[in-house]
């Protein structure tokens, strides 16, 4: 089984300051999921990874395989960026039997 | 195009009885997904659906079951709820369930056991 470990738990920000999220797991993997999930329980999509880095918006992310090892980045960030983001995994010879991490809080302030 | 759409979205019922919670892919979408969020534990994996076919299960008791039908929508069922039951349970949909596939979520239902 793949255990995904995030940090941190939690994270405050002011408005503007660049934020990066981690997310580590133990075995090697084929592509590596960012979610997005607001309160109140929507969750989003926000980027699948497979190897190198994706950019979207103000967010980018990247993956080393090699450490098995991904970050989460928001520039500029935005009180509006204020949720939890889960990092996800294949497990179990599945790619899509996912295992998640516990979700990082990020509370942006204005 | 609609989104994944989830029913009912909250749900009380009380030990010892049984639900369905329904799930409609977007439209085109074969493989539908199910999952349980909890305070402790977290999101987990509960099984996936392609093609009215399970082709991949979590870690949980035979209680959670699932079905898929020939238009893709799917059905999770609970049964003899246990107070543990309580979460929000999200489905989520892609085309065909490959792995450098988007998943689309729904809103979730929100189940309370007592």
């Known amino acids: 089984k793949n255990e995904v470990e995030q940090s941190p738990q939690n994270l405050t920000a002011q408005e503007g300051e660049f934020i990066t999220i981690n997310c580590s797991y133990s075995?090697?993997?084929?592509?590596l999921h960012w979610l997005q999930q607001h309160p109140g329980g929507g969750i989003v999509s926000l980027f699948m990874?497979?190897?190198g880095k994706k950019k979207h918006g103000r967010l980018i992310a990247t993956i080393n395989i090699q450490e098995k090892h991904s970050s989460l980045h928001i520039t500029a960030s935005h009180p509006r960026d204020s949720a939890v983001y889960i990092c996800a995994v294949p497990s179990g010879g599945s790619n899509y039997k996912l295992t998640f991490g516990k979700g990082t809080l990020l509370t942006v302030n204005p | 195009k609609a989104g994944v759409t989830q029913t009912p979205r909250y749900l009380i019922k009380t030990r010892g009885q049984q639900v369905t919670l329904s799930c409609s892919p977007i439209s085109g979408h074969r493989s539908v997904s199910w999952y349980q969020q909890t305070p402790g534990q977290g999101l987990q994996f509960l099984f996936e659906?392609?093609?009215?076919?399970?082709?991949n299960k979590g870690n949980f008791p035979g209680r959670f079951s699932g079905r898929q039908f020939s238009n893709s929508r799917s059905e999770m069922n609970v049964s003899t709820l246990e107070l543990g039951d309580s979460a929000l349970y999200l489905c989520?949909?892609?085309?065909?369930?490959?792995?450098?596939?988007?998943?689309?979520f729904g809103p979730g239902t929100r189940l309370l056991v007592l």
């Open positions: 075995v090697g993997i084929s592509a």
């Open positions: 659906y392609f093609s009215e076919t399970q082709r």
């Open positions: 990874l497979s190897s």
């Open positions: 989520a949909s892609s085309l065909v369930g490959d792995y450098q596939e988007t998943q689309y």
